[in-house]
């Protein structure tokens, strides 16, 4: 019954996005209440709707009541829900819960009167005006005034805010709203900080089961130039998990303008929000779509044909509205980048990827996955052990489930492979994972920027000495000769320290993958060596591309899948599919990559093809910097 109400809920959201102006999602703009304020004036809500309706097509508007403690009045809120709904669109109200957004997101006080008093007034003027009610990603708690203090007692802070912040939801948001207008629906969005919900009361368990929707902050912005270096893939991987979370309740993705230092980044956040099938996209915010978007530092690629042709979208730029400007908005940017997933998107099947595990309110290895996902190796993040997958990758945070050894070994028992991290063997050192091997995670460190691989005895093929190759610090994993074997290791002065490590358990395989200490080092491993670990962390999956890392891939369970290149140069990727197969298709473009036969690898066996391996089918694929393109195989 469950799983017939989540296909109902999802064919809904799907009737309802292609009901809109985009036919496999739909999109919205979040209009803060300060903007909304400037609303008065009837004339300047026409002139900016003219603006941003000339270069996206919105299907709905979030029409914020309250933020920094700033209410709108309820004529106001009349007014311009009326604009909308008479041309079609789609409202809700919206909040954020603010206390000082400039003072470092300062959050209201929940064990203050006043302040809680100020959320519930809050929540009944939303009710009283719309149907739909979503908490833009700022209800947590990072107070720690005096009555706050009072109330932790004893409880960790974590402890503390999650039970807090549940009770809050309850009764401040949920029942103030409900009482109000018993039909709404209140919808809690998620930031993108996930790995550290629970220390500000986010709480992944309870939450989503207690609100009537969820919605994911997909901005991951710049990967370095920002303050909390989110990976591009994070874009897309955060989607899939909280689809995971609450399947068909998750609403949709929110992209804001910050940290894009050039005009790509924007367009890609965008795209892989809809290459993870979100239903909605929430452009943040209104008043910044009216903006001008200048191409930013891309001359390295600007002269090749991207995905995002910057300079295209400027030549066919024409203003539209008083006060346009002369040159490309956000707006603009935006009407491009959801068109061209539009165009895609509804030819993708199902997401699938490599099943792993993070326990709700869980950390360790923070952010992880998506440095794997990286590296080209899909990702499908669930909150619940995967007992059905074949291959199962464990990081660090699954050791917050008490009983994740008696987990890894059933696996093993069934005939199944675990891949865990170095962080994660290190957490579980005396809880059991003994029983399973004798290896452990060493207090010593090893740089090296030397690599060999092999399969057996004296069957060892070296990379070579590189001085350009970036030295890469990595920590020690210790291990008995011939009770486990090295795949791969990496060589400082004679010495070998194992990278991927193999290790027989009943009838199944566990893997330990050692990581290294600063994670953006996956990038600088040769592809010799992802290479092994894509063999082990992706056996048995039915496409893989080798090539260099900051290329991500995107699969579906209808065959086809996506490979975006983030890399400010043209990638060169060798894709491999399982089957027999003699083209590539461009679902795009229409174009055909013919198959061709690869030279038998030379070095250790584990390279070589196994008699009793299914067809495979292999491709050159080239993909142009900051770029996509989908594929299905034809025979």
């Given at each position: 019954m469950k799983k017939t109400l989540c296909l109902l809920s999802c064919l809904a959201a799907l009737c309802a996005a292609r009901a809109g102006n985009y036919q496999n999602f739909g999109v919205a703009v979040y209009i803060p209440v300060r903007v909304v304020d400037t609303f008065a004036d009837p004339k300047v809500l026409e002139s900016q709707w003219d603006v941003i309706n000339s270069q996206v097509k919105v299907d709905k508007v979030y029409i914020e009541v309250q933020r920094d403690g700033i209410l709108a009045s309820d004529k106001l809120l009349e007014d311009v829900k009326k604009f909308f709904v008479d041309r079609g669109v789609r409202v809700a109200a919206g909040s954020a819960f603010t206390g000082a957004e400039?003072?470092?997101?300062?959050?209201?006080?929940?064990?203050?009167?006043?302040?809680?008093?100020?959320?519930?007034?809050?929540?009944?003027?939303?009710?009283?005006?719309?149907?739909?009610?979503?908490?833009?990603?700022?209800?947590?708690?990072?107070?720690?005034?005096?009555?706050?203090?009072?109330?932790?007692?004893?409880r960790s802070w974590t402890d503390f805010r999650l039970a807090l912040m549940d009770e809050a939801g309850a009764n401040l948001i949920l029942k103030a709203a409900k009482d109000v207008n018993p039909k709404i629906k209140v919808v809690i969005k998620f930031p993108n900080w996930y790995e550290h919900f629970q220390g500000n009361g986010f709480d992944l368990d309870k939450e989503p089961k207690m609100?009537?929707?969820?919605?994911?902050?997909?901005?991951?912005?710049?990967?370095?130039?920002?303050?909390?270096?989110?990976?591009?893939?994070?874009?897309?991987?955060?989607?899939?998990?909280?689809e995971n979370i609450k399947p068909g309740g998750n609403g949709g993705g929110w992209v804001d303008t910050y940290g894009s230092l050039y005009a790509d980044r924007y367009a890609e956040q965008l795209w892989d929000t809809m290459f993870a099938k979100a239903r909605e996209m929430t452009l943040f915010n209104w008043e910044l779509l009216t903006l001008k978007a200048g191409s930013g530092a891309r001359s390295q690629w600007e002269s090749l044909p991207t995905s995002f042709d910057y300079n295209a979208v400027a030549k066919d730029y024409k203003p539209v509205g008083e006060g346009a400007p002369d040159t490309p908005s956000w707006g603009t940017l935006a009407g491009v980048a959801l068109r061209q997933a539009d165009a895609v998107v509804g030819k993708l099947g199902n997401p699938i990827g490599i099943a792993s595990y993070k326990p709700y309110q869980s950390t360790g290895e923070d952010f992880l996955h998506n440095y794997i996902g990286m590296l080209g190796i899909p990702i499908d993040l669930r909150p619940e052990f995967p007992t059905d997958a074949k291959v199962v990758l464990l990081t660090e945070s699954a050791k917050f489930d008490k009983d994740i050894v008696a987990k890894i070994r059933k696996q093993l028992e069934d005939g199944k492979s675990v891949v865990i991290t170095s962080g994660l063997l290190r957490a579980l050192k005396g809880k059991g994972i003994e029983s399973i091997c004798e290896t452990e995670v060493t207090d010593s460190?090893?740089?090296?920027?030397?690599?060999?691989?092999?399969?057996?005895?004296?069957?060892?093929?070296?990379?070579?000495?590189?001085?350009?190759?970036?030295?890469?610090?990595?920590?020690?994993?210790?291990?008995?000769?011939?009770?486990?074997?090295?795949?791969?290791?990496?060589?400082?002065?004679?010495?070998?320290?194992?990278?991927?490590?193999?290790?027989?358990?009943?009838?199944?395989?566990?893997?330990?993958?050692?990581?290294?200490?600063?994670?953006?080092?996956?990038?600088?491993?040769?592809?010799?060596?992802?290479?092994?670990?894509?063999?082990?962390?992706?056996?048995g999956f039915f496409?893989?591309?080798?090539?260099?890392?900051?290329?991500?891939?995107?699969?579906?369970?209808?065959?086809?899948?996506?490979?975006?290149?983030?890399?400010?140069?043209?990638?060169?990727?060798?894709?491999?599919?399982?089957?027999?197969?003699?083209?590539?298709?461009?679902?795009?473009?229409?174009?055909?990559?013919?198959?061709?036969?690869?030279?038998?690898?030379?070095?250790?066996?584990?390279?070589?093809r196994r008699a009793d391996a299914p067809p495979t089918s292999h491709f050159l694929v080239p993909i142009m910097p900051h770029s996509f393109a989908a594929f299905a195989a034809e025979k």
């Open positions: 400039a003072e470092q997101f300062k959050s209201f006080c929940y064990t203050d009167p006043e302040n809680r008093e100020f959320v519930k007034k809050t929540s009944e003027l939303a009710a009283r005006h719309f149907d739909e009610f979503i908490l833009d990603d700022f209800f947590f708690n990072n107070s720690k005034t005096d009555s706050d203090i009072a109330a932790k007692g004893e609100f009537d929707g969820i919605y994911t902050g997909t901005e991951t912005r710049d990967p370095v130039m920002t303050d909390q270096f989110l990976q591009q893939y994070e874009s897309y991987q955060i989607i899939r998990f909280f460190k090893v740089l090296a920027r030397d690599y060999s691989t092999g399969w057996g005895a004296g069957d060892r093929t070296g990379l070579g000495a590189d001085e350009n190759r970036p030295a890469i610090l990595f920590p020690e994993v210790h291990f008995l000769t011939n009770d486990a074997w090295g795949l791969v290791s990496a060589v400082e002065n004679g010495n070998g320290y194992p990278i991927m490590l193999m290790d027989r358990y009943s009838k199944g395989i566990l893997y330990v993958w050692t990581i290294p200490d600063n994670f953006r080092n996956l990038y600088a491993l040769p592809g010799a060596v992802t290479a092994v670990i894509k063999n082990v962390v992706m056996g496409v893989r591309f080798d090539g260099p890392s900051q290329v991500a891939l995107f699969a579906y369970d209808n065959g086809t899948f996506v490979i975006e290149s983030y890399l400010p140069t043209q990638a060169e990727t060798r894709v491999t599919v399982q089957g027999t197969f003699t083209k590539l298709r461009n679902l795009v473009t229409g174009e055909a990559i013919a198959s061709y036969v690869p030279e038998e690898p030379k070095g250790f066996p584990w390279h070589r």
